[in-house]
């Protein structure tokens, strides 16, 4: 009732206050955990839900939908797991997440970040291609395995995934990934295309490179958009790499 108020603090004071009163505690402990995750509160979150990764939910004393609460600690787990960089325990709560429901394209997303962060950057884009198989076309997904692959400097498989992104080729991550490559090529016609490209998304008026840097790089760290700034800085210190 506190949560359907929009009282949520409320509801975890009263929840922690009343945890040890239990003596079958699982489903409180997750109730409470899911709160701490809804408030993004993920540390706590996590040390709650780690402890009750295995429970069962089959001797509560109140009906439970199991399916869902089980998918729902994976859930919840995983990605207060990644913001405390436990990133075994994210892996194995994605997968298990995936047994209980194979089509979510948004756990394939957070699986591949996990294995991202794990350094196996062959597995991130392994797990992008599971869930493009599992869950249809997703363009977050085959935009990864664009990014993925840039990252690996596998460029020519990158530019085979930029022709499969369709309408989300101008997607600023998509952009600063393509201006990387052209810098990465020394195609000239293709930094200054893709620069511009970049000045107009970000509203920025279009010059050829290297006018107007300064201008671009203000409005990445304006709008916040870190994963296209950080391509994009990339590019940058390529080009500079050489000229030095």
């Known amino acids: 009732i506190l949560c359907e108020l929009g009282r949520e603090q409320e509801a975890v004071h009263l929840l922690a206050k009343?945890?040890?009163?239990?003596?079958?505690?699982?489903?409180?402990t997750f109730t409470l955990g899911e709160l701490y995750f809804k408030l993004k509160r993920y540390e706590e979150s996590y040390g709650l839900l780690l402890p009750i990764k295995k429970a069962a939910f089959?001797?509560?004393?109140?009906?439970?939908?199991?399916?869902?609460?089980?998918?729902?600690?994976f859930r919840y787990l995983g990605i207060s797991s990644l913001f405390t960089r436990d990133h075994q325990t994210a892996e194995e709560c994605f997968r298990e997440a995936l047994a209980i429901d194979p089509g979510n394209d948004e756990t394939y997303h957070y699986l591949s970040l996990t294995m991202e962060k794990k350094g196996d950057i062959a597995g991130a884009i392994a797990s992008c291609r599971e869930g493009l198989e599992c869950s249809g076309e997703d363009p977050f997904l085959r935009k990864r395995i664009f990014i993925l692959n840039i990252m690996m400097d596998d460029l020519e498989s990158a530019l085979m995934e930029h022709e499969r992104l369709n309408g989300h080729a101008g997607d600023i991550d998509v952009l600063a990934g393509m201006f990387l490559i052209g810098c990465r090529k020394l195609n000239m016609a293709a930094i200054n295309d893709y620069y511009r490209r970049i000045q107009s998304r970000l509203s920025v008026p279009p010059e050829d490179f290297p006018d107007g840097l300064d201008a671009i790089r203000g409005r990445f760290a304006a709008i916040e958009e870190y994963q296209a700034r950080d391509i994009f800085e990339s590019a940058i210190s390529h080009l500079l790499t050489i000229n030095a």
């Open 18 to 28: 009343h945890l040890p009163m239990f003596h079958n505690p699982g489903l409180i």
């Open 58 to 73: 089959n001797s509560e004393f109140v009906p439970v939908d199991i399916k869902m609460t089980r998918l729902n600690l």
